[in-house]
């Protein structure tokens, strides 16, 4: 089993940049494909990146290649999201999941265990 916890979120002007943070618990931690997805009011929760557990494998949406970078740190039980040139339109909830298996996957029911997600809003 798997815990998460996502933290890094909050209010930031269109044009900066966040990072957020995902801890995860257990010692295996390094074993999980790690993801995030987002949830905007009113939308589908959708893909935002994943990586695969030694990082050698990384996916974003096409939306977010070139702004956001995911990265990991298994020392730390850590998955990071690094958002640049943010626009009002990523304001959501942002859920990092982990998913048990060894190859990265997009949809959301591929994930096993997910956090309790961090708002992130882009103010105009």
């Known amino acids: 089993q798997v815990q998460l916890r996502e933290s890094g979120g909050g209010l930031v002007q269109a044009g900066g940049s966040l990072r957020l943070s995902c801890a995860a618990s257990g010692r295996t931690f390094s074993s999980y494909v790690m993801g995030w997805f987002r949830q905007a009011p009113g939308k589908e929760r959708e893909f935002v990146a994943a990586i695969s557990w030694n990082g050698g494998s990384i996916y974003y949406l096409d939306s977010m290649r070139g702004r956001f970078t995911i990265s990991r740190d298994n020392g730390k039980n850590t998955v990071y999201l690094q958002m640049n040139s943010l626009k009002p339109e990523d304001t959501a909830v942002y859920y990092c999941?982990?998913?048990?298996?060894?190859?990265?996957?997009?949809?959301?029911?591929?994930?096993?265990?997910w956090g309790q997600g961090t708002q992130v809003t882009v103010s105009s």
């Open positions: 999941a982990a998913r048990s298996a060894a190859t990265i996957a997009t949809q959301r029911r591929s994930y096993d265990y």
